[in-house]
């Protein structure tokens, strides 16, 4: 290791120097949308008031005010969590059978599942919303889930099919001798072994839950309504508004970014896709 | 072995779903594809609902082929999606290497680096077109106003005065115009994805073999040489990776589209499927056959690229 620590000049001093001009240029538009949120609207567009403003709590308080933020940041809370349940569930046990029983046909398999991510949702919208008004689950917790979960589903299975691969077969194996369940193996054995893959994946899901506002916009009036319906009801005329709207954007946002923060270590460790061997 | 089969069934609830969620919508769509279908008609009522006697054959493929903005937009779709693909990579190779080695505030670098990953994509459209490109109220805006200000007063300097006056007046682009949608929409994508980009070629970074690297520099290899033999082909799969988890994304790119057009501007298949869709279902449909197409086209490209090297 001594000798890739070469000390150079752009070592000790460009590099750090650059990586935070970046780390800082990246952050940047989100610090600004969080500082805006603390001006009033007649602040937000005046340039002398760009960085040096009086803040003001008010954009918040009208936000809870008027357009009930807790009732759509709980519908997102509810969808996005038992979607991501839903998904590991489902996924878990079918990323098990290709990584441990592989058949001929498991590649082909993974890569359908793939490729029906690339059906564009525009295409179905129609039939979706027919079909769901048919069956009288338009606008429903329930019918909000089970689209999350389908479209995070390939995704998922692909990710924790890449990180099972990785583990020895001769540890699950193991635990069939012992006279372990099929699913025993997978509660016992191999759960607590991929943990790492497995909470990268419930973190990416949850993160593609939270953010969707394809078919959580047009599939809700109301009751089921997460917070990108009240992001896409804000959309106000351009300028009028940059105090209320980036008030509104931050708290839709803020959770999932402080969640991020929170488990990046998760993420980096995790988000392999099968691209380290 | 029957002890294998309960374990192999264990993927079908999966399979099963994935493949209902596709089949019914997607045979849906296929038939109102081939049938006269419209949401409001004064002059032919009956055409509002969707029955086998408002058959109309390939009509409505017809109609999609001949309509000016269909090939505009598929150029658009490809247009923006190569466009993110090449910007994200490149940045994200470039920043993964350059924050691979430890430093001081490396944590927190990283921290502000992924942030825009998680944000939600229409907060991402709003925030840019609105608070950072609009050429009035937008951050472009207040900094072009501020240098043409900057440049009067140098006009009024003795002397050099002169020269500042050659200078042009700068006037800020309108990212709204046809021209210029699908650069707003780039922009803010690039943005949001290539965090994403870096986090997986950091954790690809990780497992790079260092007594490799050891040896190289023995053997007098230079930064650049090292870059280029060792973890540029160490980088393949990751970046064949994060090629093909992005075209899935951007093929279907829509809030963005939506946001920064309204209509007026650059449009791709998704979004003119959309527009379609307001009224004309049948050739929104039939759009929707040909964008499945296209996805397939590109999903037999990529896949086959990943594929490959997915079960070794």
Request: overall charge neutral; proline content about 5%; glycine content about 6%.
């Amino acid at each position: 290791m001594a000798i890739v620590a070469q000390t150079s000049r752009f070592g000790t001093y460009g590099r750090p120097t650059l990586a935070w001009v970046i780390g800082l240029l990246f952050f940047f538009p989100i610090f600004y949308m969080v500082l805006t949120s603390f001006k009033t609207d007649a602040d937000a567009v005046k340039p002398e008031f760009l960085f040096f403003f009086t803040p003001t709590l008010e954009n918040y308080t009208n936000m809870t005010a008027n357009y009930d933020y807790w009732h759509f940041a709980r519908n997102s809370v509810i969808t996005a969590v038992s979607a991501t349940a839903f998904t590991l569930f489902v996924g878990i046990p079918a990323a098990y059978a290709m990584a441990f029983n592989p058949t001929r046909r498991t590649k082909d398999i993974l890569m359908w599942m793939l490729s029906t991510k690339m059906l564009p949702a525009a295409a179905v919208l129609y039939p979706m919303i027919f079909l769901a008004k048919g069956i009288g689950l338009y606008d429903t917790h329930i019918l909000i889930i089970t689209v999350l979960c389908l479209i995070n589903l390939p995704i998922a299975i692909w990710m924790l099919f890449t990180y099972f691969k990785e583990i020895p077969k001769d540890i699950i194996e193991a635990g069939k001798m012992d006279g372990v369940s099929t699913f025993g193996e997978i509660k016992e054995i191999l759960v607590p072994l991929a943990w790492g893959g497995i909470a990268a994946t419930a973190l990416l899901v949850f993160i593609f839950c939270w953010n969707e506002a394809y078919w959580t916009v047009r599939l809700t009036t109301l009751d089921a309504a997460t917070l990108s319906k009240l992001i896409e009801g804000n959309r106000a005329p351009e300028g009028l508004f940059f105090g209320r709207l980036s008030a509104v954007s931050t708290a839709a946002v803020g959770p999932i970014v402080v969640l991020g923060w929170f488990c990046q270590k998760q993420l980096v460790q995790g988000l392999t896709f099968g691209a380290v061997k | 072995m029957s002890d294998r089969k309960l374990p192999r069934l264990l993927q079908t609830p999966a399979v099963l779903m994935l493949l209902v969620w596709m089949l019914i919508p997607l045979g849906m769509t296929l038939y109102f594809s081939f049938i006269r279908y419209v949401l409001n008609s004064l002059r032919h009522p009956e055409w509002t609902s969707p029955v086998p006697s408002n058959w109309r054959g390939f009509g409505n493929y017809e109609f999609v082929l001949k309509s000016k903005d269909f090939l505009l937009a598929i150029q658009n779709s490809l247009f923006i999606v190569c466009s993110i693909l090449f910007l994200t990579v490149i940045l994200g190779v470039l920043i993964a290497v350059l924050i691979n080695k430890t430093f001081p505030g490396q944590g927190i670098v990283r921290v502000l680096l992924i942030s825009p990953f998680f944000v939600m994509p229409a907060v991402n459209a709003v925030l840019w077109i609105n608070m950072i490109l609009d050429p009035v109220l937008g951050l472009q805006g207040i900094a072009v106003g501020g240098i043409n200000d900057m440049l009067d007063g140098l006009r009024e300097m003795p002397l050099l005065g002169g020269f500042f006056s050659l200078w042009p007046e700068f006037s800020p682009i309108s990212f709204r115009a046809t021209q210029t949608s699908s650069i707003a929409v780039i922009m803010m994508v690039t943005w949001q994805w290539t965090p994403f980009a870096v986090l997986i070629f950091m954790t690809s970074l990780q497992s790079e073999d260092m007594q490799q690297k050891e040896a190289a520099i023995l053997d007098g290899a230079g930064p650049w040489s090292m870059f280029r033999f060792l973890t540029l082909p160490h980088l393949g799969r990751p970046i064949a990776i994060v090629v093909m988890i992005q075209a899935i994304f951007h093929l279907s790119l829509y809030a963005e589209i939506e946001i920064v057009s309204r209509g007026n501007g650059n449009k791709n298949l998704p979004y003119l499927i959309g527009e379609f869709a307001n009224n004309n279902i049948g050739a929104a449909s039939a759009t929707g056959i040909f964008a499945v197409i296209l996805a397939n086209i590109v999903a037999i490209f990529l896949l086959r690229m990943v594929g490959k090297t997915l079960m070794e």
